[in-house]
């Protein structure tokens, strides 16, 4: 949604469960989701119906027929009920808050039913986001050992042959991650971190689930910020996570 956003494009990310993950090597086993760019949201269409089903390989895959996605794209939109998260509002940048009000009008003249919904817990998501992701992230880059999987050395030992493994597989972002997991995940932690953060996970999916009683779809902006030159954000890791 991110670089699609950034690069004035289509992006897809589907249900979880939607998409197949099998032979996609795992980030975050309970938050990954295989999605595509496209130029369009007919092109984005096709491909899900493509990609889309129910695969033996992949326990999470949904049993539910996939329908023709294609054929939902010219029905009007007359009657829809569009709910605004009040929280997804605050802080935005200016040019991001014009486009979006702007594409809120345009709804309206098609006959949509714009409602203001809450989902009070977007407070935390953020929080949870980075205890969650890490831990999995821990856990799931611990098979690349340099034997198994991840790229081949030549070292002498075992623990020389990790390191090697590990420093020229991973890039600076994913280490980090991996030491932040790794801490969530230890003894005497686990507990305090990713176990409390999966319940206050569950507080922001009934957020989402009582706001559907009332609405069809939520309509937000998809980043806060504008598209950031190429490189600017490399030098400080918290300037990066602060643009989502």
């Given at each position: 949604r991110q670089p699609a956003s950034f690069c004035g494009i289509t992006g897809m990310k589907n249900t979880?469960?939607?998409v197949s993950?099998?032979?996609?090597?795992?980030?975050?086993s309970s938050l990954d989701t295989i999605g595509a760019l496209s130029q369009t949201p007919e092109d984005a269409a096709i491909i899900l119906k493509t990609m889309a089903g129910h695969d033996a390989l992949d326990g999470t895959t949904l049993p539910?027929?996939?329908?023709?996605?294609?054929?939902?794209?010219?029905?009007?939109l007359k009657g829809l009920k569009i709910g605004v998260p009040k929280e997804y509002l605050e802080g935005l940048n200016p040019k991001v808050l014009k486009i979006f009000t702007s594409a809120l009008d345009q709804a309206k003249k098609l006959g949509c039913v714009i409602k203001e919904v809450s989902?009070?817990?977007?407070?935390?998501?953020?929080?949870?986001?980075?205890?969650?992701?890490?831990?999995e992230v821990s856990a799931n880059m611990a098979r690349y050992d340099g034997i198994r999987f991840g790229p081949k050395s030549d070292a002498k030992n075992l623990i020389d042959a990790y390191v090697e493994a590990r420093t020229k597989g991973f890039g600076d972002e994913v280490k980090r991650r991996i030491i932040i997991g790794t801490y969530t995940l230890s003894a005497g932690y686990i507990d305090a971190?990713?176990?409390?953060?999966?319940?206050?996970?569950?507080?922001?999916?009934?957020d989402?689930?009582?706001a559907f009683e009332e609405i069809d779809v939520l309509f937000t902006p998809t980043t806060p910020n504008i598209a950031f030159p190429i490189g600017s954000k490399n030098s400080d890791p918290e300037d990066s996570r602060n643009i989502f």
């Open positions: 979880y469960g939607r993950r099998y032979g996609v090597m795992s980030m975050a539910d027929s996939v329908p023709n996605f294609t054929e939902q794209l010219e029905k009007p989902l009070p817990m977007t407070a935390h998501g953020l929080a949870v986001y980075y205890i969650i992701c890490p831990s971190y990713y176990k409390q953060a999966l319940k206050i996970r569950t507080l922001i999916i009934r989402f689930q009582k």
